[in-house]
């Protein structure tokens, strides 16, 4: 049983998220109270051939331990080799296998979820990784099934079981679903309380009363959190203060949001070293806080031409103060 399932409280995962959960969200997540992490998926064969990128993505610091580096590919013999590669270099806690991923490009080469539709496949993947790596542990992360009509959640985590993996993640939709409709936690509960090993139940956590639930009537032994944790990665620390101790922990003021948006910009350009690219490739992130905030419309336009952190801090201000003024005009009224 990996150590962190023998407390009393369900382990919170943040999702794994491709060009999101790097290093630094991954800190900012564990500082908010995330129990368990995952990196985005990394190709075995980028692993094998050693490519920069790869390397980096594998990167972490110690602080965010426990920690699971994920792979996806399909030949059992690379699968392996590549996860026992990353082992060595890096030493995560775990290697989690990734049977869920819809991209077109990962499944056309047979990954990700493809293999829910091949369970020989899958289980020569997930058995000769496991034997390869024992006594290191494996976990793996899936979805439904193919479709709708070929739902196979059970007999695959069954398979995975039996390989000798030691937790399964489930995110609750098919694979043709891609991210549309609404996650089925009844499937998801079926599975918890049928095999043994801890299930993860992941889909459509939005808030602590979601993760409540869950826990509630679902049997999962873990709750794993992903786009909601983008906009709102507070919710760790809602959810951990009210599971433990039923506290409701209120939501962030604007002024706080807007310190952690800096902070979290200064940290990655801090990692990356180069100014504009990272506040390029932060547009996604700063979309992703920016939902729900006052005058969404116009201050994504903003934010969507951000070059440097001054420019921001400028937003940041003219945002603030428009939000005060809102205000007031709301108490005057
Ligand atoms: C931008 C993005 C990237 C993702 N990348 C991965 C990934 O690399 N590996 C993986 O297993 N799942 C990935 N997922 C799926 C999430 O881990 C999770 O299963 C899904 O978002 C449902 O959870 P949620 O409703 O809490 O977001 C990704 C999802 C998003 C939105």
């Known amino acids: 049983m990996l150590p962190w399932f023998n407390g009393p409280f369900c382990p919170l995962y943040l999702a794994p998220m491709?060009?999101?959960?790097?290093?630094?969200?991954?800190?900012?997540?564990?500082?908010?109270?995330?129990?368990?992490?995952?990196?985005?998926?990394?190709?075995?064969?980028?692993?094998?051939?050693?490519?920069?990128?790869?390397?980096?993505?594998?990167?972490?610091?110690?602080?965010?331990?426990?920690?699971?580096?994920?792979?996806?590919?399909?030949?059992?013999?690379?699968?392996?080799?590549?996860?026992?590669?990353?082992?060595?270099w890096v030493e995560p806690d775990f290697i989690d296998l990734n049977f869920g991923c819809p991209v077109n490009k990962v499944v056309c080469k047979h990954g990700g979820s493809a293999l829910l539709r091949d369970c020989p496949l899958l289980e020569k993947v997930a058995s000769t990784v496991v034997r390869k790596l024992h006594p290191f542990p494996v976990t793996a992360k899936i979805r439904l099934g193919w479709d709708q009509a070929s739902i196979n959640a059970l007999q695959t985590a069954k398979i995975l079981e039996d390989a000798g993996?030691?937790?399964?993640?489930?995110?609750?939709?098919?694979?043709?679903?891609?991210?549309?409709?609404?996650?089925?936690?009844?499937?998801?509960?079926?599975?918890?309380?049928?095999?043994?090993?801890?299930?993860?139940?992941?889909?459509?956590?939005?808030?602590?009363?979601?993760i409540a639930?869950?826990?509630?009537?679902?049997?999962?032994?873990?709750?794993?959190?992903?786009?909601?944790?983008?906009?709102?990665?507070?919710?760790?620390?809602?959810?951990?203060?009210?599971?433990?101790?039923?506290?409701?922990?209120?939501?962030?003021?604007?002024?706080?949001?807007?310190?952690?948006?800096?902070?979290?910009?200064?940290?990655?350009?801090?990692?990356?070293q180069e100014e504009e690219f990272t506040m390029a490739s932060m547009r996604g992130r700063l979309m992703a806080y920016s939902k729900g905030m006052r005058n969404g419309r116009e201050l994504r336009s903003e934010l969507q031409r951000v070059t440097k952190i001054e420019q921001l801090e400028q937003i940041r201000s003219r945002h603030l103060a428009q939000s005060e003024e809102d205000e007031l005009a709301v108490e005057a009224a």
Not at 30 to 57: C, L, P, Y
Not at 63 to 72: K, N, S
Not at 74 to 81: I, Q, T
Not at 171 to 186: E, N, P, V
Request: proline share 3%; glycine share 8%; charged share 25%.
């Open 213 to 272: 639930r869950r826990i509630r009537e679902t049997g999962v032994r873990g709750l794993m959190i992903g786009r909601a944790a983008m906009n709102n990665p507070w919710i760790f620390r809602q959810a951990r203060a009210f599971l433990r101790s039923d506290i409701v922990v209120p939501d962030v003021s604007v002024q706080e949001k807007w310190d952690h948006i800096l902070r979290h910009c200064r940290m990655a350009v801090a990692e990356n």
């Open 18 to 88: 491709a060009g999101v959960t790097d290093s630094v969200f991954r800190r900012l997540c564990k500082e908010q109270g995330a129990d368990v992490m995952v990196s985005e998926f990394v190709s075995a064969d980028g692993i094998i051939h050693r490519n920069e990128r790869t390397r980096e993505m594998i990167y972490f610091q110690p602080v965010e331990r426990p920690l699971g580096i994920q792979l996806f590919g399909a030949d059992p013999e690379r699968m392996a080799v590549a996860a026992q590669a990353v082992v060595e």
């Open 165 to 210: 993996v030691k937790t399964i993640a489930i995110h609750g939709r098919t694979k043709d679903q891609g991210y549309s409709g609404d996650a089925d936690w009844d499937q998801i509960a079926l599975v918890a309380n049928t095999v043994s090993v801890p299930v993860i139940g992941n889909g459509d956590l939005r808030s602590v009363n979601d």
